[in-house]
T-cell receptor
Framework: GAVVSQHPSRVICKSGTSVKIECRSL??????MFWYRQFPKKSLMLMAT?????????EQGVEKDKFLINHASLTLSTLTVTSAHPEDSSFYIC????????????FGSGTQLSVL | GQNIDQPTEMTATEGAIVQINCTYQ??????LFWYQQHAGEAPTFLSY??LDGLEEKGRFSSFLSRSKGYSYLLLKELQMKDSASYLC??????????WGAGTKLIIKP
């Protein structure tokens, strides 16, 4: 099946720094990528939808200036957590939609972000 | 409004069969996913239903009734490794995903 590569898998950073997470579709073109965040004891929460070549669509309550999303090509989307704070510590997961297979989604392996 | 309901937790015995139900109310419908998620890991794709009926894939089967806003995931010949959370997610008319809270499945020997 299709593969979505997400890096880094784990990152620890100091409060106030910025962290970039990459999401790549390795063997297919992803016109749309989704970014999720997982909260303890809850399911994944959609943060934003990114479409190649256009601005990301953010879900209500998600700060656009804090979570910068760039989808510059059909195989790469990045999420940058700017000026990270301890409350941003979470598990972030990206997924990509393979248009040629009935909207099936493929997920990255996730990034565990810990902000000290 | 948008809503997806699935049981919070279920317990079953190794070797048995379990059915996890999911009901939904969404703005438009473009398909329903079932995902399996082990603790600390990303969800993995199990099934996608967009038409009514049952789809079988080995030990796992998924059923959809669009008129009833209902789906279920059927797991047969349960194995200990099937202990995980099972997430129901619906693609709305605008292609946004609406996720259920997940059903934690506990398998006992």
């Amino acid at each position: 099946g299709a593969v979505v590569s997400q890096h880094p898998s784990r990152v620890i950073c100091k409060s106030g720094t910025s962290v970039k997470i990459e999401c790549r579709s390795l063997d297919f073109q992803a016109t749309t990528m989704f970014w999720y965040r997982q909260f303890p004891k809850k399911s994944l929460m959609l943060m934003a939808t990114s479409n190649e070549g256009s601005k990301a669509t953010y879900e209500q309550g998600v700060e656009k200036d804090k979570f910068l999303i760039n989808h510059a090509s059909l195989t790469l989307s990045t999420l940058t957590v700017t000026s990270a704070h301890p409350e941003d510590s979470s598990f972030y997961i990206c997924s990509a939609r393979e248009a040629r297979e009935n909207e099936k989604l493929f997920f990255g392996s996730g990034t565990q972000l810990s902000v000290l | 409004g948008q809503n997806i309901d699935q049981p919070t937790e279920m317990t079953a015995t190794e070797g048995a069969i379990v059915q996890i139900n999911c009901t939904y109310q969404t703005s438009g419908f473009n398909g329903l996913f079932w995902y399996q998620q082990h603790a600390g890991e990303a969800p993995t794709f199990l099934s996608y239903n967009v038409l009514d009926g049952l789809e079988e894939k080995g030990r796992f089967s998924s059923f959809l009734s669009r008129s009833k806003g209902y789906s279920y995931l059927l797991l047969k010949e349960l194995q200990m490794k099937d202990s995980a959370s099972y997430l129901c997610a619906v693609i709305e008319g605008n292609y946004q995903l609406i996720w259920g809270a997940g059903t934690k499945l506990i398998i006992k020997p």
